[in-house]
């Protein structure tokens, strides 16, 4: 079964919208208190740039073995040639991709000593683009629509994302039969009128619908799921619920799936893992149960590695045969 379902997600073309970033790691050890103030002082050892938030979804499609393009504006700088370079690095297309003199490129520096982050400094624009770049972001979009399987809304609140260019998308998809799945932020949690599956997690879910229900109580969970699903015309909604696993709503099925225990070494990149996984399996119109559960258990996986990594496929695999046989 997963075996094929492997071979399936190689067929798959995901075209992928929303805000690319540089992730930067700044590598090292403490062993002293600085003199000037009362802060670490990191002995650098290693540095390292890797593509994040919209582009890590890139990769993890990728990892998959789907064929991933994305869709963003970055800026006309330094930091945006240097992405470029990491994409073309990677064997990723950079066909959807806009430059403005306009924007900055967004860049996520991480200080990591003996594994642990120590200090994170962004340089970013979260402005929302030009009607300029979201129309010329539009006209890559439809170019790129015909040769496209699933639609991944990769929103880090960045700018890049905004009401008009969802409508638009979503009105373009829909034409075209071709599903939509949304990592939704804040921003725009309730512009994402009538796709196929909305991943939020439990925070971004209340937050989204100014819910004030404590814990996860699976009725609470699932009501406000299906307020959402009616405010939003939801196809269905994901949610992730950090050590509690994941909760969906598709199809009228209901189910929540537990997570797997782990070591967890860092929850970063996890979504982009989870949404990955969900979208080829939307694409491939699998049932909601195996949707959440190997998306689940994907998201579970790279949380075992430090920094923002793509996910394994064969471990994937590996484990989805040994856990998932009977879901």
Request: net charge negative.
């Amino acid at each position: 079964m997963f075996d094929q379902l492997f071979e399936n997600f190689a067929k798959q073309h995901v075209l992928i919208i929303g805000d690319v970033m540089i992730d930067s790691y700044l590598w090292g050890k403490v062993d002293r208190i600085s003199p000037e103030a009362p802060v670490p002082v990191l002995n650098l050892q290693k540095r390292e740039q890797r593509l994040g938030g919209a582009a890590n979804v890139a990769l993890n499609v990728q990892a998959l073995g789907a064929t991933p393009v994305l869709c963003a504006v970055i800026g006309k700088d330094a930091e945006g040639d240097q992405l470029l370079k990491l994409l073309e690095q990677n064997n990723l297309s950079t066909a959807g991709i806009i430059q403005s003199e306009h924007r900055v490129t967004t860049i996520k520096h991480r200080i990591i000593a003996a594994s642990q982050h120590v200090l994170r400094v962004d340089a970013e624009i979260d402005t929302e683009i030009s009607t300029e770049e979201r129309n010329l972001l539009l006209v890559k979009i439809k170019t790129l629509l015909k040769d496209t399987n699933v639609v991944i809304f990769e929103d880090y609140d960045k700018g890049v994302i905004g009401e008009t260019l969802i409508a638009e998308t979503v009105k373009l998809t829909k034409a075209l039969g071709i599903p939509t799945v949304v990592d939704p932020k804040k921003r725009n949690f309730m512009h994402y009128h009538g796709v196929s599956l909305f991943k939020p997690n439990l925070k971004e879910l209340k937050e989204g619908l100014k819910a004030d229900f404590k814990g996860i109580l699976l009725e609470d969970v699932s009501n406000a799921v299906a307020e959402l699903k009616t405010k939003l015309h939801l196809e269905g909604a994901l949610i992730t619920l950090s050590e509690h696993g994941v909760y969906i709503d598709a199809n009228n099925e209901q189910v929540q799936i537990p997570a797997h225990k782990r070591e967890i070494a860092d929850v970063s990149g996890a979504g982009d893992t989870v949404v990955s996984v969900a979208a080829l399996c939307v694409a491939l119109n699998l049932k909601p149960a195996m949707t959440a559960a190997l998306s689940n258990l994907a998201g579970g996986i790279v949380c075992e590695h430090v920094g923002v990594v793509p996910i394994d496929k064969e471990v994937l695999k590996s484990e989805a045969i040994r856990l998932l046989s009977k879901v």
